[in-house]
């Protein structure tokens, strides 16, 4: 099974047993801590995917950084997935618990590039026109600025992608005087 789907599986488990204990935003909070904690410390992402290193330590390791931070849930399932031999895909897996909580909640993350940073009527603008266009409750925006555009935005949500930088449209404009249709 690919470490993806195995991640998946495991955080919709994982979404379903805190769901029924009424725990799922507590461990929302103990997935977005792992992804964060994990993400930052590359050592702590090559130990859990050595397979040299004894599960026993994995999961003393796990227990140190984690252990009185995190709901009993989470140390439960930290130690299951130490115990079968999975913690390679922790890191996978808190990111599938997050995307899953998304969908759940209704919440839209949208990537925006754009040529200058983005004002509040700019953000306020574009969460509203993604909440209308993907039915969301809640858009997050991930801004980014480039040097590469000449002015204007690139917009992502999902895999869908709206392009409205001037570059965009001056090779659109290029390819259609090459064409002779302009």
Same mark, same amino acid.
Not at 28 to 53: F, G, H, S, T, Y
Not at 125 to 146: L, M, Y
């Given at each position: 099974?690919? /470490?993806?789907? *195995?991640?998946?599986?495991? %955080?919709?488990?994982? #979404?379903?047993? !805190? @769901?029924?204990?009424? *725990?799922? /935003? %507590?461990?929302?909070?103990?997935?977005?801590?792992?992804?964060?904690?994990?993400?930052?410390?590359?050592?702590?992402?090559? &130990?859990?995917?050595?397979?040299?290193?004894?599960?026993?330590? +994995?999961?003393?390791?796990?227990?140190?950084?984690?252990?009185?931070?995190?709901?009993?849930? @989470?140390?439960?399932?930290?130690?299951?997935?130490?115990? +079968?031999?999975?913690?390679? &895909?922790?890191?996978?897996?808190?990111?599938?618990?997050?995307?899953?909580?998304? $969908? #759940?909640?209704? =919440?839209? @993350? %949208?990537?925006?590039?754009?040529?200058?940073?983005?004002?509040?009527?700019?953000? %306020? /603008? #574009?969460?509203? #026109?993604?909440? +209308?266009?993907?039915?969301?409750?809640?858009? =997050? &925006?991930?801004?980014?600025? !480039?040097?590469?555009?000449?002015?204007?935005?690139?917009?992502?949500?999902?895999?869908?992608?709206?392009?409205?930088?001037?570059?965009?449209?001056?090779? +659109?404009?290029?390819? /259609?005087? *090459?064409?002779?249709? $302009?």
């Amino acid at each position: 099974m690919s /470490e993806n789907k *195995a991640a998946s599986r495991y %955080a919709k488990s994982l #979404i379903d047993l !805190s @769901t029924e204990q009424n *725990a799922l /935003e %507590a461990l929302k909070n103990d997935m977005v801590l792992l992804e964060r904690v994990i993400d930052e410390n590359p050592e702590l992402e090559a &130990i859990l995917k050595n397979p040299i290193v004894p599960l026993e330590k +994995k999961a003393g390791i796990l227990d140190s950084v984690f252990g009185s931070k995190v709901h009993q849930i @989470t140390k439960a399932f930290l130690k299951l997935i130490v115990s +079968k031999g999975r913690s390679a &895909i922790l890191f996978a897996t808190s990111k599938a618990f997050l995307s899953q909580y998304n $969908v #759940i909640k209704g =919440i839209v @993350t %949208a990537e925006v590039t754009a040529a200058i940073e983005l004002t509040d009527a700019n953000r %306020a /603008e #574009i969460e509203q #026109i993604v909440k +209308k266009d993907f039915g969301a409750n809640e858009v =997050i &925006i991930k801004e980014k600025v !480039s040097n590469k555009l000449i002015g204007g935005f690139i917009l992502k949500v999902g895999d869908r992608q709206f392009d409205a930088s001037i570059s965009s449209g001056l090779n +659109k404009l290029k390819k /259609e005087f *090459a064409q002779g249709i $302009v």
